[in-house]
């Protein structure tokens, strides 16, 4: 007991949280109990299937409900250990946080039940399955989390899980993607690091909405645009922007498809996902000084990285670079700033999450029908599996931000963006980038779908497999339906953008009497 | 009206679509007769839009919708005026004859399902294009179009010109679009208005706007590469790769005519300024005379009619924006005289093709007497398109030169263009729809004979409509030409051209060109040859100067990608601490965040200078070691010191992790090296080592300068405090660094542990390694 002197309620938030509020870290409980619990049966390679799929499944059914929740009550926190915030950690999800998660989930969810089809037991012994559930536990936590050491913490989470799955096999190309990957992505996550430390030392706090709170105070005299700066950095290192986007091409090719699928749909975009929240939400004022070096950099990144995907052969290769020309339009909207492009931005990674994914999906199942990988190598595919084809069309034209599908929406929405505030040539480079996505992509459709196969190969009998049509059925479905009825998800991601500019409801979710001292 | 109209208007839009879900089980179950039943989708559609006939011909608008996107001001609304119902009334009705066309010219085929469905589903695209009242519909639509014409166009996907042919017009059209896209936006922006309908009436600030002329040019831009104008046209006879119906179709009267329709549609107002009228008769000109020229040279029937299409299309931008009184009004009987005669001249050609194995000018002849029906609705539609009396084709010619004829040196000049290219145009209508059928019979690889009714039925329709408009022209005025006009112009008009011949000098420049056609007809062989000898001299035209853009775009992102992406590690590193160093240094320069000079410590110890020292020595040993053994140990020394000067700070549990991690570090890192070859350390050449020494330095300075300035104000010690005050009282720890660890911030170690357990199990997969497969393939293309 502690002493009766003591005010308990000058350090611990006495309320019991509210059943709704434990939603809040649900997920990351969830996962990292279940990676525990695949670790621990290890051996029994059978069970991983079963109750990984179990664990993802209810990831997905939590994370709705934090996601309903919230859009209709607003932002909730629940702080870790009682401790009244900025002291303990709090963790707080906003739209932004939770529209995210769920997306990742619904992803995972998927590439776990493809994994069931494309993982072999050896992979699995070598722990696949652990892998992936951590991996959404650093996921997860990073999205939901309201204190930025934390957001660190899940960065490191996700990254040891995303080498583990990287090196899965242990090919040396393998090895040496995966060397360049971990080393880069250490100096990013190094800078983060850092850029935290100096963080700290300016404002004394590590809760994002006591920092969002403070920072017009010390507006004045901390060196904030340098400090906002290292971090615009690190984040954009974690996204794969150029241009310092080189462990993406350099890796995302040699891991099993699964895993690339994993990584183009989640990783990039909790780089994404951490720099909108850091410089939108915490620092406006000093994105908006920057804002000219990041909208350069998003349209390099635009062009660069489609033209890097009409330059490839090799298929995964090839959707590494979509995925980085995706990832200049989010920091497009980044560096616009307004809310209408932010909700862009957003929109932009919710429908890069599920067609990166799927592209990298469609990638595999090409390779198993047309047994290779390069462009050069496949051929008849539209002939000898119809369905597939639909959907891989279906989502090349996503990609590319073609009409009726998802890519279309956010592609408006950073336009008309772009165009409000003038920066044509910003406009100009996301036309210019969907217009050679659109080349590269529609050249895959020509050569691996409609050309004939390059040799007769003898025709091999491959079934079809639900654990390659669900996934890929249900990613497509969910992009030709956002493509249809936008209005839900455009309606959630300008309500997220508008609680990112004027974050008083997040700041009133973590401060319920008022901010800190 | 009835009180559920725009429900069923809704539906309506909707029909082809359902239709074309529908085509592929219908056809496994009804085999080829399937094509007559999906027929009654765009023909209910069609009726269903001929009940509006009377409404819009009284000058009212139909329009209806819901919403879509309230987040974007879109609604699904549709808008029909004489405008966009004649439209309608094109692609519905050519739809349905062109569905029961494709029943009999696929007859047979594999996929006649698939290819049912794809028609379908344009047919889809294209009636929600010229009925979209939102732009941003209008777009999609317009894009949908572009997609099912790749389709369509490499439906015969195992050839390669049929691939390439479909990549080049989704490429040409697909990248117009984007740019009608950037224009819709521009004029979104300037006018505030997200629909046609309130666009063409705004009374003011479009045409006086600064970006007038940039929302003008990208909207053109997505105009002509649809409507395949000069130098965007090359795609169209290209897209001659595709089955019959869908060049009849997609390519003569629907599809290529949305650039025009939208030309027609923003008249009201985009037109009526310099720049409308320069640029418009300008490009329409040239690809009038082009088209022509270059349908001359061809003996593809397919061919002929393609580039001649593109000639039409050239002349109703022409015309559109040519500016006289009278010269929407031709626009407007040309447009639907063609989309008469063309489709019928197609499907005629189709048929020939279908019966006889060839499609070839120079290997037909006869037909007359084997293909007696077919022979009728080509004489028809060649009468028409050859603008002879009595025929639709005929007023549209009447009123354009009405229109074009005056006394100023640019009517002159366009008329000039205009009765050339209509000659031309006469030659050719002729070629193609008499010269197969007349003189004796040549062999040709199938026998010929008549086509089925699927096939004839379609061309004889189309082509007896084009009498039966030009005789009732009065009916046709009042319930299309005349409402569609208006529409476009925005005011009042009434056509009144019948096709009764009255002396002026219309009429002349008329005679004129039926005269110089007959005469190109007569010598047809002497001016193909004569064309095929100018272009040889030409030199190769934009069809090649296309594959060359793609080669050179190719070759460029090649070339780009591997400068950005060399595939070795130091440079990338290199290239971030680069960045690193600017991020660091740029930025407190530019906004002033560069720190004060800081005092000389007054109170620094000897043994912390001590430490700080020998920290740098260590360094120092660590740049100056000859070999890496000493280079690892060297940095120990310096890790050390700060594990020292840690706990000279007062921060004994920071210290002793310091300690630890020096320790293991260290001797990790040397028995590894013992694995590897120790002596040689670096290879560097002294260039490289300065520049990477710069680099170091510069992010140390920066790393240092930032320090030094978020020093500067006093450190808030709000959660220090908080710490230290309930450390013992709440959380029953002495010590105040492990009650953060585990408590305050349990979470963060909660995640840590997590971290240090995936190591664990990354390193047991990651030793799994199999000696000796190091072959070493790496990042290499």
Known sequence: MAAPSTDLSAALVLASPQL????????????????????????????????????????????????????????????????????????????????????????????????????????????????????????????????????????????????????????????????????????????FLIAVGYLYAIFGTLNMADIAGKASRLRETAPLVTLTALFILAFAMKAAAFPVNFWLPASYHTPRITVSALFGGLLTKVGIYALIRVTVMLFPVEREELSFVVAVSAALTMVIGALGALAQNDLRRLVGYVVIAGI?????????????????SILYALHSVVTMTALYLVAGEAARLGGAWSLSGLGGLYRRAPWFSAASLALFLAAAGLPPLSGLWPKVALLKASLDIGAW?????????????????????????????????????????????????????????????PETVLDLSQRAATGLAEPSAYIRSVFPGGAAP | MAANAPALTFIVLFLPILAAVLAPGLTRFLGDRAAWVLALAPALAFLHFCTFLGEVAGGEVVTGGYAWVPSFNLSFSWFLDGLSLTFALLITGIGTLIVIYSGGYMKGHPDQGRFLAFILLFMGAMLGLVVSDSFLMLFVYWELTSITSFLLI??????????????????????????????????????????????????NGLRESPFYLAALVLVLAGAFTKSAQFPFHFWLPNAMEAPTPVSAYLHSATMVKAGVYLLMRLNPVMGQTPAWEILLPFFGGITLISGTLLAVRQTDLKLMLAYTTMASLGLLVMLTGFGAPHAVEAAVLYLIAHSLFKGALFMVAGTVDHETGTRDLTKLAGLRAAMPITFGAALLAALSMGGLPLFFGFLAKEEIYTALAAGNPRA??????????????????????????LGPRIETPKHPHEGPAALWLGPVVLAALGLLAALFSGLAHRYVSSPMASAITDQ????????????????????????????????????????????????????????????????????????????????????????????????????????????WPQNLLVQEAAFLLIALIGILAVVRATDRLTAIVSLGIQGFAVAVIFLLFGAPDLSFTQFMVETLSVVILALVMTRLRLSPRDHRPVGQMLFDAVVATACGLGFTLLLMKSVEAPFDNLLTDFFNAYSKTIAHGANVVNVIIVDFRGTDTLGEIAVVMITGLAVLALIRVRAGSRTGSGEGR
């Open chain 1, 20 to 191: 709704a509020d434990w939603l809040v870290v649900l997920p990351v409980v969830l996962m990292i109990g279940f990676g525990a619990v695949l670790m621990m049966v290890r051996k029994s390679v059978r069970l991983h299937g079963t109750i990984a799929i179990t664990g993802l499944a209810l990831l997905v059914l939590l994370d709705a409900a934090l996601l309903i929740r919230i859009s209709t009550y607003g932002p909730i926190t629940m702080v870790m250990g009682r401790w009244l915030p900025p002291f303990g950690i709090a963790f707080t999800a906003d739209l932004f946080g939770s529209l995210m998660a769920f997306v990742s989930a619904v992803v995972a969810l998927a590439a776990g039940v493809f994994a069931l089809r494309d993982i072999d037991a050896g992979g699995r012994r070598y722990g696949f399955f652990p892998f992936l559930m951590l991996l959404m536990a650093g996921v997860s936590g990073a999205f939901l989390t309201g204190d930025i050491f934390n957001l660190y913490v899940w960065f490191e989470v996700l990254l040891i899980s995303s080498f583990g799955l990287l090196i899965l096999g242990s090919e040396p190309e393998q090895i040496d993607g995966a060397l360049k990957y971990a080393v880069l992505n250490l100096i990013g996550t190094t800078l």
């Open chain 1, 328 to 344: 200049g339009n989010m920091m497009a909207g980044v560096a616009i700033g307004t809310p209408a492009a932010v909700s862009g």
């Open chain 2, 154 to 203: 490499g439906f015969d996907h195992e050839r390669e010109a049929a691939r390439r042919a479909a990549l080049q017009a989704l490429v040409v059209t697909g990248g117009g679009g984007l740019c009608l896209l950037a224009g819709l936006v521009f004029l979104w922006n300037i006018t505030g208005v997200t629909q046609l309908s309130l666009l063409v009436h705004l009374e």
């Open chain 2, 492 to 599: 009042k008009v009434t056509v009144d051209i019948t096709s009764m011949p009255h002396l002026g000098l219309p009429l002349m420049l008329s005679i004129i060109t039926m005269v110089l056609g007959a005469l190109v007809y007569w010598r047809l062989d002497t001016a193909r040859a004569l064309m095929v000898r100018a272009l040889e001299n030409l030199g190769p035209g934009p069809d090649r100067g296309f594959d060359r853009l793609i080669c050179g775009l190719v070759r460029l992102s090649v070339a780009v990608t591997r400068f950005v992406q060399p595939g070795r590690l130091e440079i990338y590193i290199t290239a971030t601490f680069i960045l690193l160093a600017l991020t660091l240094l740029v930025p407190p320069l530019v906004f002033g965040e560069l720190p004060g000079v800081p005092a």
């Open chain 2, 412 to 437: 002159v000049f366009f008329t000039g263009l205009a009765v050339a290219g209509n000659a031309l145009m006469f030659a050719i209508a002729f070629a193609v729809g008499l010269k197969p059928f």
């Open chain 1, 425 to 485: 040539w910003l406009a100009a480079a996301i036309l210019i980038s969907a217009f050679i996505v659109t080349l590269a992509l529609a050249r895959v459709f020509l050569l691996a779908f409609w050309r004939p196969r390059p040799e007769p190969a003898p025709e091999l009998a491959i079934a079809r497999d639900w654990r390659i049509a669900w996934p890929l059925g249900c990613l497509t479905a969910l992009s030709i339906l956002f493509g249809l009825f």
